[in-house]
């Protein structure tokens, strides 16, 4: 198989649990993205960003993996949003129902705006 | 005008053919959001031939053929099929698979039904599947369903 290509880091901004993501979001991002997920849960994070490079490639595998975070989001009431992702993927991720678990922004500070109605 | 590419069937290689079909795509003068729709649903094409056609055999090759009218570019991805790929009926929604009803897998070919113009498998005499895909020269056609 060709190498793979994804470099999964976390930050907090504001309260915010950000996981950038660089890279492929293929079959092989499970582990990455999962342990990043676990990661930031553990640490009791209540808002979680997934932040996108705008040049990613993202398949069916990935999004699979991605629909496993909603699960867990869900389960821990936390609140998910997305972005950096290009108009293609955001295209995608409406297509195939993301974008009615997580919101969508073009950048990672409008993401961190929109948490803000959420908090107490 | 066609052309013709052959992969290993090794999952990454898939990002190879994209690349080359779309600057393929992009040298016929597609618009640039219907060659970003082609890219992804040439991956999904070539991630099921190599998992459920080729059954992730690294022997077994991937074969892509496109053919290109004034009116329609079409790509057709073969198997060297150890079985027939039979897809679900209806593909589960979100919804069911946030709910534990089945995979979270299985998105591929709703992907491409979606981003194509045309799609679906193609009867064949001899082994292996054949799945073909078309999106119309006109980006106009396209309605994002």
Do not use: W
């Not at chain 1, 398949?59 to 290009?86: D, P």
């Not at chain 2, 090794?10 to 082609?38: K, V």
């Amino acid at each position: 198989m060709l190498e793979d290509d994804l470099t999964v880091t976390t930050r907090d901004q504001d309260g915010v649990a950000i996981i950038d993501l660089v890279g492929d979001v293929t079959t092989f991002a499970e582990d990455k993205i999962n342990n990043a997920y676990r990661e930031v849960t553990n640490t009791g994070a209540r808002f979680v960003l997934l932040n996108f490079r705008q040049n990613d490639y993202i398949n069916s595998a990935g999004i699979a993996i991605l629909i496993g975070i909603v699960t867990e989001v869900n389960r821990n009431n936390q609140k998910l949003a997305v972005s950096g992702l290009s108009q293609h993927f955001q295209k995608i991720f409406r297509m195939v129902g993301l974008a009615q678990y997580a919101d969508i922004y073009q950048t990672e500070e409008e993401a961190l705006s929109g948490f803000d109605r959420f908090r107490g | 005008m066609s052309m013709e590419l052959t992969l290993p069937n090794q999952l990454g290689y898939e990002l190879i053919a994209r690349d080359t079909i779309a600057a393929f795509a992009r040298r016929l003068g597609m618009p640039m959001d219907r060659i970003d729709d082609m890219k992804t649903a040439l991956c999904e094409a070539c991630i099921n031939a190599m998992e459920h056609g080729n059954l992730l055999n690294p022997n077994l090759r991937v074969q892509i053929l496109c053919h290109v009218d004034d009116d329609r570019f079409v790509i057709e991805v073969y198997d060297q099929g150890l079985r027939p790929f039979v897809p679900p009926p209806t593909p589960l929604s979100i919804v069911d698979k946030l709910t534990g009803m089945g995979s979270l897998r299985g998105m591929g070919l709703l992907l491409i039904s979606q981003l194509s113009d045309e799609s679906g498998f193609v009867p064949r005499d001899e082994a292996g599947n054949c799945f073909r895909f078309t999106f119309q020269r006109s980006g106009a056609a396209h309605v994002c369903r």
